[in-house]
């Protein structure tokens, strides 16, 4: 089996639960977050970047804060930056000011560009399911991502969406088949187990099949 290095996470990860594209972004944004916030902190670029788009979107500004440890001096330097330019941005409001200048402060409260953490999201995104589908035709790695859980709805979409690809496209939507096959096999699995009063535990492999139900539908929890 030859691989690329991104297919190389992609096949460690379909051994583990959940979808293989979720998993290894959320660990990318994660250590992107950690080196903006260690190594990039004082660099020109990232502030411009955190300016432009008013701070990281709600998800990535809690993640720095609460995920990254320990990023309280990061975010202060990075913060302090952001505040003080939208206040001069915004201009000098008093009671008196008029709408003009009202409207002028509402504007420069608007971001430019997206969040800096989002922006990176989209891109490992895109490289994994590049990678995905350049490897499918693959037996040996085809044959791991049929047993894995596939990728969620919405990378499934994502990859359909890359342009090109024909034939890899056809090989993955089979492969996402017989891997949602089982899945609603073993929902109904699970739903008659219920009717005959069967703990979960003692279902089998049916018995994890809501919680993989949510992730392969979903994605994986607090992603975006
Ligand atoms: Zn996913
Ligand atoms: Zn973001």
Redesign the pocket.
Known sequence: MKLSSLAHKLHGAFAEP??????L?ADSVHHYLGSLIYEYVNKVPTHMAIRAARGFCTNHAWHALEQITPSHLGIAILYEGLVRNMLKDMGEITPNSGRRQVNQAAKALKSQAECPACTHRATV?DQLLRNLLEHIDQPEFAEAYEQSAG??????RMGLDQSGYNAEKAQLVALQQTIWGKLQHHLAEYIRLSDERYAEEDMGEPGTSPRRAIEQMA??KN?W
């Open positions: 959940g979808c293989p594209v979720c998993r972004t995104e990728v969620c709805l919405h990378h499934l994605g994986k992603l």
